[in-house]
């Protein structure tokens, strides 16, 4: 006579546990979050200007934000820009770009000018013959991801980079600079979900 109870239960409990690694899969496929790319563009203030004129250029910036989410829309809260002289020894102005959303796989240049300046302490920060001087740049914001018709919580974002400039503080690096983490690293919404879907997946490992 076959075995018609142990068999069925075993392939209930494989049919349970393979959907319910399929569904953890999926969750933290939906759920997994990438942070922006943040990136320099461009960077310039002139300094062959006399301290005494009513036109000086002020320093000038630009900003290149990528959304690399293929299907989730980020949500920038202020976004603060802070630039110094070498090694951070003085600051040479901020300046703060207002919130804005960003679509799925979106990129947006973002322009600022600091006019408030102390141009002695950049001339004498400021490279000569024709070398090359580290200035610095930092961002900080918050994002929140927008996953369907959900927000998730606010993530910190701390990323900076050092700016090879010439003798007029022009950027001297023709390409993008990338704007990395100077921080500890942020911990993703996916991650966060992943992990909670592993645990239960192993849970159920072990109940059945």
Same mark, same amino acid.
Request: aromatic share 12%.
């Given at each position: 006579?076959?075995?018609?109870?142990?068999?069925?239960?075993?392939?209930?409990?494989?049919? @349970?546990?393979?959907?319910?690694?399929?569904?953890?899969?999926? !969750?933290?496929?939906?759920?997994?979050?990438?942070?922006?790319?943040?990136?320099?563009?461009?960077?310039?203030?002139?300094?062959?200007? =006399?301290?005494?004129?009513?036109?000086? =250029?002020?320093?000038?910036?630009?900003?290149?934000?990528?959304?690399?989410?293929?299907?989730?829309? #980020?949500?920038? &809260?202020?976004?603060? *820009?802070? @630039?110094?002289?070498?090694?951070?020894?003085? *600051?040479?102005?901020?300046?703060?770009? =207002?919130?804005?959303?960003?679509?799925?796989?979106?990129?947006?240049?973002?322009?600022?000018?600091?006019?408030?300046?102390?141009? &002695?302490? *950049?001339?004498?920060?400021?490279?000569?013959?024709?070398? =090359?001087?580290? @200035?610095?740049? &930092?961002? #900080?914001?918050?994002?929140?991801?927008?996953?369907? !018709?959900?927000?998730? /919580?606010?993530?910190?974002?701390?990323?900076?980079?050092? #700016?090879? *400039?010439?003798?007029?503080?022009? /950027?001297?690096?023709?390409?993008?600079? /990338?704007?990395?983490?100077?921080?500890?690293?942020?911990?993703?919404?996916?991650?966060?979900?992943?992990?909670?879907?592993?645990?239960?997946? #192993?849970?159920?490992?072990?109940? @059945?």
């Amino acid at each position: 006579m076959p075995d018609s109870g142990g068999g069925g239960c075993g392939r209930c409990c494989c049919n @349970f546990i393979f959907t319910l690694g399929l569904t953890a899969l999926f !969750m933290w496929l939906s759920l997994r979050t990438s942070s922006p790319d943040c990136l320099l563009s461009k960077f310039y203030l002139p300094l062959n200007q =006399t301290s005494n004129s009513s036109n000086l =250029t002020p320093l000038e910036f630009e900003l290149r934000l990528k959304n690399t989410n293929k299907d989730k829309g #980020v949500y920038y &809260d202020p976004i603060n *820009v802070t @630039f110094y002289t070498p090694y951070r020894s003085h *600051v040479i102005g901020n300046f703060t770009i =207002t919130k804005f959303y960003q679509g799925h796989k979106k990129s947006a240049r973002k322009n600022g000018n600091i006019s408030i300046i102390d141009r &002695d302490v *950049v001339s004498q920060a400021a490279p000569a013959n024709g070398s =090359t001087a580290l @200035f610095r740049v &930092d961002l #900080v914001t918050s994002v929140r991801y927008k996953i369907l !018709m959900f927000k998730t /919580k606010r993530h910190k974002i701390r990323v900076g980079a050092n #700016v090879e *400039v010439n003798g007029t503080i022009t /950027k001297v690096n023709h390409k993008d600079i /990338k704007l990395k983490s100077n921080a500890d690293k942020i911990r993703s919404y996916c991650g966060q979900m992943g992990f909670f879907f592993a645990n239960l997946l #192993v849970l159920g490992l072990l109940i @059945f």
